[in-house]
């Protein structure tokens, strides 16, 4: 694929939708935007990053989870985003739903990982144990 499709600040909002509704964690859990322009710095960020969809997609997945965008599900809203990106642009998507993987998350908000890391998690599903 020659043009890299880029997710829109209304497609992030409807992932957070999504992700409260299918995974909901508590029943105070709730698909609200707190700061828009959040999700656009987020999104320039990934737009602005040289390399390819994987290179752009650990952009994404490390600035979502980590800006706190969203009231409830910044987490879960920052991996289905990440997942959409890289299938929308014909690529493969190697992480698998697992204990593990959801504590790699806690890592990335905890900025435990390196770039270079979540790059390589998303593209094989392989990355070191995230340990406090």
């Known amino acids: 694929m020659d043009e890299i499709i880029y997710p829109t600040i209304e497609e992030i909002e409807y992932y957070n939708t999504i992700a409260i509704e299918l995974f909901r964690k508590s029943k105070h859990d709730q698909a609200k935007t707190i700061e828009q322009s959040y999700i656009s710095q987020a999104l320039k960020k990934m737009q602005q990053h040289s390399g390819d969809i994987y290179d752009k997609a650990a952009v994404l997945l490390n600035e979502l989870t980590y800006i706190h965008a969203f009231e409830s599900g910044n987490k879960r809203t920052a991996f289905l985003s990440t997942k ?26 905890e900025k435990y990982y390196a770039q270079e890391e979540l790059r390589e998690w ?10 406090r």
Do not use: C, P, W
């Open 84 to 109: 959409q990106f890289i299938l929308k642009n014909e690529g493969k998507f190697n992480i698998y739903d697992t204990t593990d993987n959801a504590r790699v998350m806690i890592g990335i908000r």
């Open 122 to 131: 998303i593209e094989h599903g392989t990355i070191r144990t995230f340990q």
